[in-house]
């Protein structure tokens, strides 16, 4: 809910949406990608693949690379409040790259749901055997990568 159209695309607003999710004591999961610069490469590479000009890795530079990693931490701040602020239970945090890594994953959401295990898996990470698609990881240095590499899901 962090883009501004997604919010209003939501005709009934997000505290009304959140406590109608509190009064029904829902499990929420909140789904983190600890890897923001894997994140943001992934999130280029599909506009690419919608129609931005291919030269838009060319024109990213280093401060909007970091800028975007800040706004995905401080998104999860503020769903976090907002989540606390209603009422709803304290989500299940779970970073997606352990789903796609590790099957047994799932089978604990499943069993944390209360519903049973059909085996659906999210696909495991596929190996690019084409050209090298573009990233910003030679706009940053060594230590910015190894930190935003592997961001804990902010509380």
């Not at 998104?75 to 239970?89: I, P, Y």
């Not at 796609?100 to 994953?105: C, L």
């Not at 959401?109 to 495991?124: E, F, M």
């Not at 990881?137 to 590499?149: I, P």
Request: overall charge positive; charged content about 25%.
């Amino acid at each position: 809910v962090h883009y501004p159209s997604v919010k209003r695309a939501i005709p009934y607003g997000v505290k009304a949406l959140l406590a109608a999710v509190a009064a029904q004591d829902a499990k929420i999961l909140f789904l983190w990608r600890r890897d923001l610069v894997g994140r943001f490469d992934s999130e280029l590479n599909f506009r690419l693949n919608r129609g931005l000009p291919h030269d838009t890795f060319d024109r990213v530079t280093r401060n909007q690379c970091i800028a975007d990693f800040n706004m995905q931490q401080d998104s999860a701040r503020r769903v976090m409040r907002l989540l606390k602020a209603a009422g709803c239970q304290k989500p299940r945090r779970v970073d997606y790259e352990d789903i796609v890594s590790d099957p047994a994953v799932m089978a604990d959401i499943y069993a944390w749901l209360g519903v049973p295990d059909d085996g659906t898996r999210l696909p495991q990470k596929k190996v690019n055997t084409g050209p090298a698609a573009p990233s910003v990881s030679g706009l940053l240095s060594a230590s910015e990568l190894a930190r935003y590499r592997n961001v804990k899901c902010p509380r």
